[in-house]
Nanobody, 114 residues
Framework: QVQFVESGGVFVQAGVSLRLSCAAS????????IGWYRQAPGMLRELVAG???????TYADSVKGRFIISRDSAKNMVWLQMNNLKAEDTAIYYC????????WGQGTQVTVFS
C-alpha cells in the first residue's frame, strides 16, 4: 500500500515562510490526485492544496496567494511552500492521495505564533 511521510513542521512566528515535504512510497506521477490537508484542534480535516485529475491545482481560499504546492515525480516528492504564515495556519499537515489506496501518515505539526 502507498505510504506518505510528511516532514518540515516547526514552531514559527507569524509572517515567516516554511516548506513542508512529503515522501511517497511510489511515484507521485502514478498518484493522479494528491494533496496537502490539515487538521486544526477541534476542526475537521480540510484540503489545503492539491493536484487533481489532469494536473489542475486547487487551493483553499484561506491559503490562495500564500501557499504553493509542487511535486517531483522522479523523486516521489510533494512539497508545500507556505509563505506569510498566520496563526490560523496552525495545524497538523498531511500529505495524501485519496485515490491511491494508501493510508494517512502521521502528519507534521505546524505551530504559528503571533
Amino acid at each position: 500500500q502507498v505510504q506518505f511521510v510528511e516532514s518540515g513542521g516547526v514552531f514559527v512566528q507569524a509572517g515567516v515562510s516554511l516548506r513542508l515535504s512529503c515522501a511517497a512510497s511510489v511515484s507521485t506521477s502514478s498518484i493522479n490526485v494528491i494533496g496537502w490537508y490539515r487538521q486544526a484542534p477541534g476542526m475537521l480535516r480540510e484540503l489545503v492544496a492539491g493536484f487533481g485529475l489532469g494536473g489542475n491545482i486547487t487551493y483553499a481560499d484561506s491559503v490562495k496567494g500564500r501557499f504553493i504546492i509542487s511535486r517531483d515525480s522522479a523523486k516521489n516528492m510533494v512539497w508545500l511552500q507556505m509563505n506569510n504564515l498566520k496563526a490560523e495556519d496552525t495545524a497538523i499537515y498531511y500529505c495524501y492521495g485519496p485515490l491511491s489506496g494508501g493510508h494517512w501518515g502521521q502528519g507534521t505539526q505546524v505551530t504559528v505564533f503571533s
